[in-house]
């Protein structure tokens, strides 16, 4: 018996577990040793309590009634064990015990003495205690024993935990014993499961054997494996002992949501009895009805998902061992993983089948495909293309069909057993296969598995029974949606269901055999436009001979024109060249005068005989042919004779016409029969058009040629004029120059007085002006010397390093008073040059008095010099100062001066640049000028040795300068 503590002294006080002494049986040595405490205390009760939790409990007892236990208890509940000796001598004067019902009533405990229950572990584990119904004392000696007596109280219950380990561990093993051979039982089963199952069985194989090997395990019961989905459980394999029946029945899953749902989260639902599961409740009495009364229903998982389960079902209500269900747990966990590889191998198995007939699918492709392209013969093509077809689907007959436009179809190629009646030249009524027919279709392929199941037109049935067919699969060949014919695939000795990739297989090849098709038909236009082509061929090969002839011609014609500048010469040439080549009876060529009244004959051309120009043909008289040549365009006609009126002739008449006017006519006659094709027509009218261009620039060059010989004459007269002028203006200039130098001299010898330096000034201007103007004549008559010819060189070795400095000096102090920066840049080493040193300096004189005259006060003149293998390079340049690039070219024409340029007005004749060049081209050499960026140069060439073969040589000086 126990009762509760108080809540604090309760987590003091606990009891080992592994003593295993709490809610045990009473014990007769604890008794016994009760009895001894009570004997050696001379105490009519003794106790043994232990402490559990927050309860007290009573192990051993002696001399108390059963009525007075819970009293007791009480009491000693309120007196705690500690590790101390507890000895109450009068309860009654004991705080503690004050309040107990014990003491004050029955049974009147006045005394207490308790021993604690301590373990090896200094644990407390309860008291050993003595009572009494009057109060005393106890001496030591029977503390002492009770001391000893709780020691053995302890041995003894460590004595009775092992005994209980004991017998535990006797039970424990026999338990083991028991499980190992339920285990060993359950690994031979999984063994002789596992061991024969291959890896090429299927899953039905593996499920049918899994299966027998459970019914052979468990004998008396019924063994099914269904499968499940969201609908329904389905029965696929069902295995009984005789006297059950066989279950194929289909179980709605909405009806059992509960036994799903364990299912579903891998735990199986074990009923010991079918009318007493209320999981089962809305079909208990189907399960009833199917001869069960007791199941265990375990799932199989795949990738998380529920696929099935193994039911064990007993006829009669039983209890189901942890062994049987832990056996088909584990039979279950296999067939899951066997099922999921046989699913695998099946999926491997099922694609590399469908890989090998795809690749037996694309070889058959590629060798029709191949045959297409190595032949154009279609009859060839198609032979192939039945044979290759008929050995793949191992048929017995195979047919191509081809459709005439309008017509139906006749067989043309076929591929059949000897044994078969053959199918060539039979034909195939259009009609069969248009909109309504009873047959399979298919997309746009035809199938009849079963002839005799089919509902078929009359003829139709008839056509295949006449070549004994009994299946068909038909695929049209199509081209643009028109029907070019029929792919027949026959079976004639029975029935056939034709599979899916056998109607998409037939439909790629009915591709290919279309593709042949219209290859056959372009094949066959490809020839027939061969054929025209080289007829064509021949026609533009006679064409473009014919052409490149007259080409020649043309060529022939126009070289010849174009060297000629006589007109006659001219026209005479293109009527010879004409008359021969084109065969006519005669070609002529007329020019119309300026005043277009009439046509002269200058040239004309009768077969083989040339005639002169010998007369004038009116052209008022024929104004129908002259009015359309008169507006350049050619005429083609047939003339009559007046003379032979049956006489006639085939006229070609065609204008020679420049830009501006009709300047003639080209007119070929020949017989009628004759006429000028295209070809003759462009060729003589591309010869007008060369005698036109050849007769007008004849006239030009005899215009030109006037024109010339006019301008010689006046230039002739001018340089004549210049020159004569230029020795007539000398004398007397020379004349006043002398007198003006004589009038200074004589007014220095008067001793005029000139207080305002007016005389002095008017007589410097007198020879400024007269310097001038003899400078002016000295240049005129050097370029009449120059442009004449007549003008002889003096030539001396000539050191520039020398030459140079000396012909500068007298321009540096007019550069420094203009502030204008002069500056020479002349290599060390020069080669000498052979050359006449006067018109060197003339040359340079020039240039550098227009830099001085030109370059603006700040800007700079630069001179520079060097040399080549052959030649002499001398620049002068200066800056702030450019001529347009249009006037470049003009600046060394006599007379000429650059418009609004003169920003300095230093005013010039415009003879200084022409003398110079004339002066370097004198010398053999050349003279450039440059102009940008405010910056011009002026380079001369001078050859180191001059080749001077066609020039007078002298030493006679360039001019005198007075």
């Known amino acids: 018996m126990s009762r509760p503590l108080p809540r604090e002294e309760s987590i003091k006080l606990n009891a080992p577990p592994q003593l295993q002494i709490i809610d045990t049986a009473p014990d007769e040595a604890l008794d016994d040793l009760a009895c001894l405490a009570a004997y050696t205390c001379e105490t009519p009760t003794a106790l043994i309590f232990l402490v559990k939790g927050n309860y007290i409990w009573l192990k051993a007892k002696t001399g108390l009634k059963t009525t007075n236990i819970a009293g007791v208890l009480e009491l000693c509940s309120l007196i705690l064990p500690t590790n101390e000796v507890v000895v109450v001598p009068d309860t009654k004067v004991d705080q503690r015990l004050t309040n107990a019902a014990v003491v004050h009533l029955y049974p009147n405990i006045r005394f207490y003495a308790g021993v604690p229950l301590i373990t090896p572990k200094m644990r407390i584990l309860g008291t050993l205690c003595v009572i009494d119904h009057i109060p005393r004392e106890l001496n030591w000696e029977q503390i002492e024993v009770l001391q000893a007596l709780s020691r053995q109280v302890i041995r003894q219950l460590e004595q009775q935990r092992n005994l209980t380990a004991m017998a535990n561990a006797v ?30 069985m299927s899953v039905e194989q593996v499920i049918e054997h899994t299966i027998k090997q459970i019914s052979e395990h468990f004998k008396s019961l019924r063994i099914v494996y269904s499968t499940i989905d969201e609908q329904n459980i389905n029965v696929l394999y069902s295995l009984q002992p005789p006297g059950m029946a066989p279950l194929d029945q289909i179980v709605p899953v909405q009806d059992l949501p509960e036994f799903v749902n364990s299912l579903r989260n891998y735990r199986p639902v074990v009923t010991n009895d079918v009318t007493k599961a209320p999981w089962l409740e809305p079909c208990t009495e189907v399960f009833l009805s199917f001869g069960i009364a007791a199941t265990v229903s375990v799932p199989l998982h795949h990738s998380d998902k529920l696929v099935g389960l193994i039911c064990c079902d007993s006829p009669e209500p039983r209890q189901w061992t942890e062994h049987e269900i832990a056996t088909l747990k584990e039979i279950a966990e296999y067939l899951s993983f066997a099922l999921k ?40 093509i198609l032979q192939t293309t039945v044979t290759e077809i008929r050995d793949f689907f191992q048929a017995e007959r195979v047919v191509v069909y081809c459709y005439q436009q309008g017509r139906n179809g006749m067989a043309i190629a076929q591929s059949a057993h000897s ?8 034909r195939m009524d259009r009609s069969w296969f248009e909109k309504g027919t009873q047959f399979s279709q298919q997309g746009s392929t035809y199938v009849i598995d079963d002839i005799e199941q089919v509902e078929l037109s009359l003829e139709f049935h008839q056509f295949l029974a006449q070549q004994q067919v009994k299946a ?17 695939v026959y079976e004639c000795s029975q029935s056939r269901h034709w599979q899916i990739w056998e109607m998409d297989l037939l439909k790629q090849l009915a591709i290919q055999v279309a593709i042949a098709i219209q290859q056959g038909k372009l094949y066959q236009q490809v020839e027939q436009l061969n054929s025209n082509l080289e007829q064509k061929v021949e026609q533009r090969t006679a064409q473009l001979k014919q052409a490149l002839d007259l080409e020649a011609i043309l060529k022939r014609i126009s070289d010849q024109v174009r060297d000629s500048l006589d007109e006659t010469e001219i026209l005479q040439t293109a009527v010879e060249q004409l008359a021969l080549p084109l065969e006519v009876d005669c070609c002529c060529a007329l020019v119309y005068p300026l005043e277009q009244g009439s046509s002269t004959d200058c040239y004309e051309q009768i077969t083989s005989v040339t005639t002169s120009p010998s007369k004038v043909e009116p052209i008022a008289e024929f104004p129908e042919i002259y009015q359309q040549l008169l507006q350049q365009q050619y005429l083609e006609c047939c003339f009559l004779s007046w003379e032979e009126p049956q006489a006639r002739m085939a006229i070609l008449v065609c204008p020679i016409v420049d830009e501006q006017e009709v300047l003639g006519e080209l007119r070929l006659e020949t017989l009628p029969h004759h006429s000028f094709n295209d070809v003759e027509i462009r060729l ?11 007769v007008r620039q004849a006239r030009l060059y005899k215009a030109a040629q006037k024109q010339a010989e006019a301008l010689e004459s006046l230039n002739h007269l001018k340089d004549d004029f210049l020159s004569s002028v230029s020795h007539e203006l000398r004398s007397p200039m020379t004349n006043i120059k002398i007198a003006l130098k004589m009038l200074e001299i004589s007014f220095k010898q008067v001793k005029l007085v000139d207080t305002e330096g007016k005389i002095q000034r008017y007589l410097q201007i007198l020879q400024d002006e007269s310097k001038r103007e003899l400078d002016l004549i000295n240049d005129l008559l050097d370029l009449s010397r120059l442009e004449a010819g007549s003008e002889p060189l003096q030539l001396s070795t000539i050191k520039l390093q020398e030459c140079l400095p000396e012909i500068i000096q007298p321009f540096a102090a007019r550069a420094h008073s203009q502030q204008q920066l002069l500056e020479v840049e002349l290599p060390t080493q020069l080669p000498p040059l052979n050359s006449d040193q006067n018109a060197l300096e003339r040359i340079f004189s020039e240039l550098l008095n227009n830099a001085c005259k030109y370059t603006p006060p700040g800007e700079k003149i630069t001179v520079s010099a060097w040399s080549t293998q052959t030649k002499i390079q001398l620049r002068v340049s200066n800056s702030g100062v450019e001529i347009p690039q249009e006037e470049l070219s003009l600046i060394f024409q006599k007379f000429y001066r650059i418009p609004h340029h003169d920003s300095l007005k230093k005013g010039g004749t415009g003879l200084g640049l022409a003398l110079v060049k004339k002066l370097v081209e004198h010398l053999g050499g050349t003279i450039e000028v440059e102009s940008a960026t405010a910056q011009t140069m002026f380079t001369v060439q001078l050859p180191l040795t001059p080749n001077f073969s066609n020039k007078a040589v002298s030493i006679k000086k360039f001019h005198h300068h007075i």
């Open 341 to 380: 590889e046989a699913h695998a191998q099946q999926q491997r198995s099922q694609v590399e089948a469908a890989l090998r007939q795809q690749h037996q699918q694309e070889r058959l492709l590629g060798k029709i495909t191949q045959q297409i392209r190595r032949s154009l013969n279609l009859e060839e």
């Open 419 to 426: 044994s078969w009646t053959s199918s060539v030249n039979m």
């Open 684 to 694: 003589v009218r591309q010869v007008a058009n060369q005698c036109a261009i050849a």
């Open 171 to 200: 039970k424990e093993g026999k338990q083991t014993e028991q499980k190992l051979q339920e285990s060993q039982i359950r690994l031979k089963l999984l063994n002789s499961i596992s061991t024969r199952i291959t890896a090429g």
């Open 472 to 488: 068909a699969l038909l695929v049209p060949i199509l081209e643009n949606y028109q029907l070019l014919g029929m792919v027949a």
